[in-house]
């Protein structure tokens, strides 16, 4: 890793080239397409000549396929990628440096279509090239490049996705970008890949098995390349083959660029927005893997979201429910459970997201909708806390969930929650790489793995950070707690006064107004304590007044009128039921397993006992009463107690420090 570091240091010294002529913030757009360009050389350099030699014994008739296919066999091995250009970066070197830029526009448009169309559409290259041109630095740039070897004898493809990302980091810091919308820390990854694949041995062995792995956010390819390696240590005869798709530009630009030199179909790597413009739309996977951006809206997006929900249904990807528009992970979860295979071996999913999916939104919300459909179908298996200050754009709190829709046995209807957020699971990092501060060990994965893979319940000792729990633990009813109205009344000048800022009241012509106040105070300033006795009460003396007086006028009178009191009588409707008050209106949360009413004969009623149900406040799935939600509490299951110092030592602390504060005065006045 150090090595890649300091590769990175040097491909980061030929940026600072750039310095006056570009911003920093286009350091990239240079910097990232001369490393893939100088990777493809180094790749191409020694068949170079064979596949010029091909090209010449094309036959006039071969099509654009059979053209490919002569030309990618004169290359060798899997590589999917030629190109037909003379030239090569140590022929240019020898070239009139005044011809640099047409040669390497040269160059580029001759390479296969595949990769010319990244350089072209994707880099929009040429671009930089004039720009570079006519700064008069595309020598110094192009020379400088020429040093770097990044042969794949030299530099591994794994080592060069590290290359890669710590540019992009580098890059993402100086624009002020989210370098974590194109990442993630290769530590979490690994972990991710160990878990998905933790007690699938028996599937995994043997000849002739195939594994195709999807990751809708790709970015550079980081979580794909990764899933390839452990599944070929695992098994090396093992066939993986990887699918994705990404919005970006220049990431898809090197995630694509990367499977043409690892031999996998390119095509299979998509370009586009996954949510709205689904590339692989009726394909299935065995393992899907994503870390989707944390916290982007989807507005400028929603309306073909929201279409496909409303207009499918179940039968689209976001029947369940659609998040508030503020944030779109539970969006990237539903796509990939709906690409879950339904054969014996079904699918595993794993994705980090944020805290927000765990516990964002009430009953009923899009996102305990989403997370009841999750749970109901029995697909959540697990979720692990992971420590914070990880990622290299954020320090927040972070989980992976793994799904899967082929639970063994014993995992049916659970759900096991693992809390590796504390210190035995990260360690301080020599050197912080943006907000990234810790990071995971080897031993510290190979821990959490092992407390997924064995399914553990600990209460105590060192397994107590993973519970295992019931789906239904989850979920909850939400049941709506009315309370009496109880109200008093007198027409007294203060609550006269409000009639003015009530707007039924305001409306009334002035000669109205001052015949009802009139009317009013004939009304003995008496405190009324039930509103039926007030009701005639006013209703005589409004009659006095000679005017229609409307319901909402009266309606209006009433409430300006009369003040809450508990020692008055309880309102009542025509049928003589209690009248609820809205400002004493509450809500509690009933576990699913607990029947309503016995929850509130315990923990309601012998508080306030003239408390009853709405139960017309039911849920629109079951018709229940109460509505039904689903949330996902760490704290509530992991939180450990921490009782305060006693005061004494607190005490005792303070006098130490008055005493220290007291010697140093007296040092100054000294």
């Not at 040097?10 to 286009?26: H, M, N, Y």
């Not at 740039?141 to 540019?167: A, K, Q, W």
Request: aromatic letters at 10%; charged letters at 30%.
């Amino acid at each position: 890793m150090s090595d890649i570091k300091n590769l990175g240091g040097f491909v980061w010294s030929i940026a600072e080239i750039l310095r006056g002529d570009f911003k920093q913030s286009e350091y990239g757009k240079v910097m990232l397409p001369f490393v893939v360009l100088r990777r493809l050389d180094c790749l191409l350099q020694d068949s170079k000549q064979a596949v010029l030699e091909a090209e010449k014994s094309l036959p006039e008739s071969a099509d654009d396929a059979t053209r490919d296919m002569i030309l990618f066999g004169a290359v060798g091995g899997n590589v999917k990628v030629y190109n037909l250009s003379r030239f090569t970066f140590d022929s240019l070197k020898g070239q009139d440096p005044g011809q640099l830029h047409q040669n390497l526009i040269d160059y580029i448009t001759k390479f296969s279509p595949n990769v010319r169309d990244i350089f072209l559409d994707k880099f929009r290259f040429t671009d930089q090239l004039k720009r570079l041109k006519d700064g008069g630095i595309l020598w110094n740039v192009f020379e400088r490049f020429c040093e770097v070897d990044l042969h794949p004898d030299t530099i591994s493809n794994l080592e060069m996705g590290y290359l890669f990302e710590e540019l992009i980091r580098r890059f993402s810091e100086m624009s002020n970008e989210t370098a974590g919308e194109h990442f993630t820390p290769r530590e979490v990854i690994r972990l991710i890949v160990d878990l998905l694949i933790a007690n699938d041995d028996a599937k995994l062995t043997g000849r002739g098995i195939i594994r195709q792995v999807y990751d809708p956010a790709c970015g550079t390819g980081g979580m794909l390349a990764l899933t390839e390696e452990a599944l070929k240590e695992f098994n090396p005869s093992i066939r993986v083959e990887l699918f994705g798709q990404e919005l970006n530009d220049e990431s898809f630009g090197i995630c694509k660029s990367d499977m043409l030199v690892t031999g996998h179909d390119p095509e299979q790597i998509a370009f586009g927005n996954t949510l709205t413009q689904d590339a692989h739309a009726g394909k299935k996977f065995h393992y899907m893997l994503s870390n989707p951006p944390y916290g982007v809206d989807w507005k400028k997006y929603q309306d073909p979201i929201k279409a496909e929900a409303e207009n499918m249904g179940m039968e689209g990807r976001f029947g369940a429910g659609t998040p508030r528009i503020s944030d779109g992970q539970l969006l990237f979860l539903q796509h990939m459970i709906s690409k879950m295979r339904d054969d014996e071996d079904g699918s595993r999913i794993g994705i980090v997201m944020n805290g927000s999916p765990l516990f964002t939104g009430g009953a009923q919300s899009g996102e305990s909708e989403i997370r009841r459909w999750m749970l109901e179908n029995d697909w959540v298996e697990a979720i692990v806390a992971l420590p914070t200050d990880l990622f290299y754009n954020t320090g927040i709190q972070t989980y992976v969930w793994l799904l899967t829709n082929r639970k063994p046995k014993t995992r049916q209807g659970k759900v096991q929650l693992i809390d590796a957020s504390g210190e035995r699971f990260w360690k301080i990092m020599r050197k912080s790489l943006g907000s990234k501060r810790r990071e995971i060990p080897d031993e510290a994965r190979a821990e959490i793995v092992r407390l997924y893979a064995d399914f553990l319940n600990g209460e105590s000792g060192q397994d107590d950070v993973s519970r295992i729990f019931e789906t239904t633990d989850f979920g909850y009813r939400e049941i709506r707690v009315e309370r009496p109205l109880k109200l008093n009344f007198q027409v007294s000048d203060e609550r006269l006064a409000r009639l003015s800022d009530c707007k039924p009241y305001a409306k009334l012509d002035k000669s109205d107004q001052n015949a009802i106040e009139e009317a009013l105070r004939t009304i003995d300033d008496q405190l009324f304590t039930n509103r039926d006795a007030f009701d005639k009460v006013l209703t005589k003396a409004l009659k006095t007044t000679g005017l229609k007086i409307s319901a909402p006028i009266k309606k209006a009178i009433l409430a300006v009128l009369s003040e809450r009191d508990e020692d008055a009588d309880i309102c009542t409707d025509k049928s003589g039921k209690p009248e609820p008050d809205t400002e004493l209106r509450d809500h509690e949360l009933v576990p699913l397993s607990e029947d309503w009413r016995e929850y509130m004969k315990r923990e309601v009623l012998p508080f306030v006992p003239d408390a009853w149900v709405d139960e017309s406040h039911t849920d629109t799935r079951d018709n229940q009463v109460g509505r039904v939600g689903y949330e996902i509490n760490f704290n509530r299951y992991f939180y450990q107690y921490v009782p305060p110092r006693p005061l004494e030592e607190i005490d005792a602390e303070l006098k130490a420090l008055e005493a220290e504060i007291a010697g140093l005065l007296k040092e100054v006045a000294a």
